[in-house]
């Protein structure tokens, strides 16, 4: 079959695209526009399709469901991404994670930098890698540079949690995916995650499947 989508601007295949319904089908690892790093957003779609297309990301996030979903991962190649968590689930967990509440927000050209030296452990997984968890430590702490959908600066500090899902969505758009920056020996199935590694924090795992945390 050839493909005639190359030929397309990127407005027409995000066109393309929201013709066929939320939730959107979200691209797996193995296909090279997660490889690649992502153009930056700079007015390819006009204001109504840019508005649709984020909506498409929330609908196809929230439905997955996950916390984050970059533009790659539903196969269109800029700089966009959405987060939000709601952060439920049992406290212990949330508490051990500092997993709390991060509001819905696009980031349009995300860039991070980290602040301070500090790294976390924890398992993490993704969407386009179904199934399957590994320890990534993240940075702590980390500035946020971004515009929002609206063209507004974003200058903002996050922190636990947030931070880690920033990281992650951030990382897609320059073609990496968290097994890159993950522990290759945590890796797990979620069903392995959830039969042995249900602790808060990955100490166990890390002792009985062989891998350092910093
Ligand atoms: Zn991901």
């Known amino acids: 079959m050839v493909d005639t ?8 295949r995000v066109e393309r695209l929201l013709e066929t319904g939320d939730p959107l089908p979200i691209v797996a690892a ?11 957003y700079d007015g390819q779609l ?5 508005a649709r297309f984020v909506t498409a990301l929330r609908e196809t996030m929230l ?9 790659p991962q539903v196969g269109i190649g800029l700089r966009i991404a959405v987060v939000e968590d709601l952060a ?20 349009v050209n995300p860039s991070y930098e980290p602040e301070g030296d500090t790294r976390v452990p924890f398992f993490e997984g993704c969407l386009s890698v179904p199934g399957w968890q590994a320890v990534v430590a993240r940075h702590a702490r980390v500035r946020l540079r971004a515009r929002d959908e609206h063209g507004r ?9 947030p931070a880690r899902i920033v990281q992650h969505e951030t ?4 073609g990496t995916l968290y097994l890159d920056v993950a522990h290759a020996r945590s890796l797990s199935t979620n069903e392995a995650v959830a039969r ?6 990955p100490e166990e795992a890390a002792r009985e499947l062989g891998f350092e945390l910093p």
């Open 46 to 50: 006009d204001d109504a399709l840019l």
């Open 63 to 71: 439905a997955a469901p996950g916390v984050g979903l970059a533009a």
């Open 88 to 107: 439920r689930g049992p406290r212990e967990a949330l508490e051990a994670k500092g997993r709390v509440p991060l509001p819905f927000r696009v980031l």
């Open 5 to 12: 989508s190359k030929h397309l601007t990127v407005a027409e």
């Open 171 to 174: 990382d897609h758009l320059d």
């Open 196 to 201: 042995h590694w249900s602790r808060p924090t």
């Open 153 to 161: 600066a974003i200058d903002e500090v996050f922190t636990d949690w």
């Open 30 to 40: 193995g296909d090279p526009v997660l490889r690649r790093v992502a153009e930056p």
